[in-house]
């Protein structure tokens, strides 16, 4: 047990530490080092030591501890690749590129084309599940299996327009039609997260506002030095967390019409007068054969035994799912792609794992190059540390790519690498739509505005 806590205590040092950094450098809240270790407290030590002997039947103290040497290698080789990339960057000092003037007109008119077809294809699925009533009585309730992926997926349009509306009002100023759609998209994406009870949706507008509050475009005017408050980011943090938290345990008491505010809200705070709730919730879940970490640990010590690797084949699969099933009728889906952890655990002898549960990002790059794992989450440290800079240092195009990258990066350590694909794509694509549409080639119009540099150093 000894030997178990001291491999457990880099993990919290570490997500202090960068936790830390948020008080001198607000912008630090968007560092992808800081999730990294977060996330990874947060998966594999807090569940661990708040089970108990709950955990003792789903793996051995051993095959823990081998797990969190791979973990803790995969950590210090993002650390390591986002250190060099930061290296990287230093000693290039190249001036900041300009930022691209817009045209204000066709952006804002790009911008709510993107939020409009998002919330065409949204009401779309809602009505073909039932409408509004039957959707929103409970999370999971769609019609996912008459209604086409793509169309589901089209709602994060909605996000990638709430992201487009809040840019636009830190760069041109107060403006009604801005603040109205702002209002609106926000509005609709804090009532839909809420009824669906959906962790990730809470995940997406946490990152969207942090993004959009450490936009500053009038930074590098100001000889101040004037830096933003970190209060705003601890008090948002703090509530975000609480939701993801508490939002599974919230599934089937929240049905729109069916339960008043007042009695969700009285749900909520019975999860808390619970002292078995609270222990179960400081786990992530009941620990059983859904719980991210006894997937991860169990996944991992059945690969060990099998011995087997696909060298990165599964993770074509999110490229080739965009092909539509109507062209490939036998298309498999990602548990049935290349190597499965449900597989190799069924191979190896080991206990099933729930349906739907997820791998998470350690286990899933173990699978695709086994102990040389570590190498992938270098190169990967060291692209999203360069994506982060350029955010910082760039226009507000860099930002919002960053702030997508973001979104499915925290799905990759928490799952596997097709959310960390899929959610990417839906998000940046849209957005990469309306940058293109609007970019001005003659500046100098009368209604154009540039969203310029990020404003952190």
Sequence with gaps: MTVTFAL??????????????IRKRPEAALDPRLFVWVLFTLLYILPYWSAGEEIDHLFTENQYRYFLVLAMASGCAFEIGALHALMKRRAADKPTPSAPTLDGSRYLLAALTVTSVGAAAYL???????????????????????????????????????????????????NPLIDAATLATAAYLLFDA??????????????????????????????????????????????????????????????????????QLDAVSALFSDMEKIRTMSAGSTVDEGNELAVAVGSTAARERVGAVDYGRKWLFPILNFIPRAWWPDKPTWHDYSLSTAQTMRESGSW??????????????????????????????????????????????????????????????????????????????????????????????????????????
């Design 8 to 21: 457990t205590v880099p993990f919290l040092t570490m997500a202090l530490f960068r936790l830390s950094a």
């Design 124 to 174: 779309y699925f809602i009505a073909a599940s039932g409408g509004w009533v039957s959707y929103y009585a409970g999370h999971g309730l769609g019609a996912y299996e008459q209604v086409s992926g793509y169309v589901y997926e089209m709602r994060y349009f909605l996000f990638a327009g709430l992201l487009l509306f809040l840019l636009a009002r830190k760069a041109s100023g107060p």
């Design 194 to 263: 809420w009824f669906t009870n959906q962790r990730g949706s809470w995940i997406r507008l946490v990152i969207i506002f942090l993004a959009a509050y450490c936009y500053d475009p009038k930074a590098r005017a100001r000889s101040s030095g004037r830096r933003r408050s970190a209060l705003p980011l601890v008090i948002v943090g703090t509530i975000a967390a609480g939701l993801i938290v508490v939002t599974p345990y919230l599934r089937g008491q929240t049905a729109i019409g069916e339960t008043s505010l007042r009695q």
């Design 352 to 457: 099933e794992p729930a349906p739907g549960a997820a791998e998470t990002g350690v286990a899933d790059a173990g699978y695709r190059f086994g102990r040389l794992a570590p190498i992938f989450w270098a190169l990967l440290g060291m692209f999203l540390m360069d994506r982060y800079l350029r955010a910082g240092r760039q226009d507000a195009q860099s930002l919002a790519n960053y702030a997508c990258l973001l979104i499915g990066f925290i799905y990759f350590v928490t799952q596997n690498m097709l959310p960390f694909v899929n959610f990417y794509l839906f998000m940046w694509l849209p957005i990469w739509s309306v940058f293109f549409v609007s970019r001005e080639t003659a500046p100098h119009r009368q209604h154009s505005f540039s969203l310029a540099q990020g404003g952190w150093r």
